[in-house]
């Protein structure tokens, strides 16, 4: 069972059908699904907010963070005993979910990026002592279908996750952004900086998932001593370059994902 089929909850629905998921042992609910929801569901033969769906045992939950409260009386009746919740909700803990859905025991907490939407998410997940091997392998099977997942064993790191993984996508595209405008201020024309830019981090991006090494190896592979790419990273790599202004930005992200705890 989906709960909450916006763009994250969308995106996997579209991850888990692609990749084999019974659309008849699936349910989705939305309040307000979107005509291009509503069209794969009745496409692909998912119930789409029945009047009595019974209990679920997964119940993946994406509905919007704020609207929790809201939704847990509604959504407390539909776990039973064995139900599986595998929450995504950004700032939510596992004692902030069972507190809002006692009937909940076993729970696995997921942080997912946008890229999920094309299946080349990287998302962190933790998942509670009450979680069995079994529910452990179908959480994963279900994150995986949106691309890669790395086990936390301390749910501590999942703030860190989305400071990292999770608001990382709003980084590399205000790169991009900032890259071109760069351009613009060394002559090339917007049109011309603004694509150049797009390209070369989308084709970086492309090498990293295709070469095993590390990024530092191809960092280092890429400049020539004495040449134009090692004169821009002396600047990047200044004491007070891009390092300690990203170990700013993640501090940022992580520490306003604690105070949307709770």
């Known amino acids: 069972m989906l709960v ?3 763009k994250m909850g969308g995106a996997m629905l579209a991850g888990w059908l692609d990749a084999g998921l019974d659309p008849a042992a699936t349910t989705v609910i939305d309040p307000a699904p979107s005509e291009a929801m ?15 769906p019974a209990p679920a045992a997964v119940m993946v939950l994406a509905i919007k963070p704020q609207g929790l409260d809201a939704a847990a009386p509604d959504l407390d009746r539909l776990i039973g005993p064995e139900t599986l919740l595998v929450s995504v909700l950004a700032g939510k803990t596992v004692a902030n ?7 909940a025991q076993a729970v696995v907490r997921a942080m997912p990026n946008l890229p999920a939407s094309i299946g080349r998410g990287a998302t962190g997940a933790f998942a509670n002592h009450k979680v069995t091997p079994g529910g452990r392998a179908s959480a994963d099977a279900l994150l995986s279908a949106a691309g890669t997942v790395a086990w936390l064993d301390d749910e501590d790191a999942v703030d860190a996750v989305t400071a990292v993984s999770g608001s990382g996508p709003a980084y590399v595209f205000l790169m991009v952004e900032t890259l071109a405008e760069a351009g613009v201020a060394a ?3 917007p049109d011309v900086a603004g694509r150049l830019a ?19 190896a191809l960092r280092q592979a890429v400049t020539s001593p004495g040449g134009t790419t090692a004169a821009a990273l002396s600047v990047l790599m ?25």
């Not at 509503?38 to 009595?52: H, I, K």
């Not at 979910?97 to 009937?103: D, S, T």
Request: proline share 7%; aromatic share 0%; net charge positive.
């Open 38 to 52: 509503t069209r794969l569901c009745a496409e692909r033969g998912v119930a789409l907010n029945p009047q009595s």
């Open 238 to 262: 200044a004491e007070d370059g891009l390092a300690p202004l990203m170990r700013r930005a993640v501090a940022a992200a992580k520490r306003r994902a604690g105070e949307l705890s709770g």
């Open 198 to 216: 797009r390209a070369t981090v989308a084709g970086a991006g492309a090498l990293l998932d295709a070469d095993p090494a590390e990024a530092g």
């Open 187 to 189: 002559g090339l024309p």
């Open 97 to 103: 979910l069972r507190g809002r859905l006692p009937a």
């Open 4 to 6: 909450g089929a916006g």
